[in-house]
């Protein structure tokens, strides 16, 4: 290997812009109580989108027709808080609109809304899953699946049909828990 042969304008130049050097007497590093180690922190779990899912909850739900109000509250969760969400007392953080989507894409888009609603804290969410007047047989096919898979979900404390002006049958208010009921559990 050959060595480079520096110019002497150009050593002076790089003299000049580090300035004065002193040299190292030990390669030893003293640590002081002054700056103390940072705190450890958990690593991010992947999310599992299927753990947040009951299993035996209500198979037999009735099947419900296009202008027919959905309201539930889980175990626990008092009429005055139900009838608080029908009120849109709680005001809505996030939306989606699923009408027009087919089962298992309405079902992969609301999944991850859900996830990333937690995620971010959010209490109460509105949910557009149409009538379904144009479903087959006549039949609200969204709505019913949203009817079963928000009871399944075991973050959902409550829901209910939007008044009129928000999207009445076709929609609804979802109330969900805390995120400091269960801290940790959506980090992204």
Same mark, same amino acid.
């Given at each position: 290997? !050959?060595?480079?042969?520096? +110019?002497?304008?150009? =050593?002076? *130049?790089?003299?000049? !812009?580090?300035?004065?050097?002193? @040299? ?6 003293? *640590? !002081? ?8 922190? $958990?690593? $991010?779990?992947?999310?599992?989108? +299927?753990?947040?899912?009951?299993? @035996? ?12 109000? *959905? =309201?539930?509250?889980?175990? #626990?969760?008092? +009429? =005055? ?17 699923? %009408?027009?989507?087919?089962? *298992? ?15 971010? /804290?959010?209490?109460? &969410? %509105?949910?557009?899953? /149409? ?15 949203? +009817?079963?898979?928000?009871?399944? %979900?075991?973050?959902?404390? @409550?829901?209910?049909? !939007?008044?009129?002006?928000? #999207? ?5 208010? &979802? ?14």
């Amino acid at each position: 290997m !050959t060595k480079k042969i520096i +110019n002497p304008k150009d =050593s002076d *130049l790089f003299r000049q !812009t580090i300035g004065d050097v002193r @040299a190292v007497k030990s390669d030893k590093v003293v *640590l !002081t109580q002054d700056n103390p180690p940072p705190k450890p922190y $958990p690593k $991010p779990r992947h999310p599992d989108l +299927n753990d947040a899912w009951q299993d @035996a909850i209500a198979p037999d739900i009735d099947a419900v027709d296009h202008e027919e109000i *959905l =309201s539930f509250a889980a175990l #626990g969760v008092q +009429n =005055s808080v139900l009838a608080k969400l029908r009120k849109g007392f709680f005001g809505v953080q996030a939306e989606i609109d699923l %009408h027009g989507l087919n089962r *298992l894409a309405a079902k992969q888009q609301f999944v991850q809304f859900l996830h990333d609603a937690l995620a971010r /804290g959010y209490r109460c &969410v %509105h949910i557009i899953h /149409g009538k379904g007047y144009r479903s087959s047989d006549n039949h609200p096919v969204l709505k019913n699946h949203l +009817n079963r898979w928000l009871r399944q %979900h075991k973050d959902v404390l @409550a829901f209910c049909s !939007t008044p009129p002006r928000k #999207g009445g049958a076709g929609a609804v208010y &979802v109330l969900l828990k805390s995120s400091k009921d269960h801290p940790d559990k959506y980090d992204e």
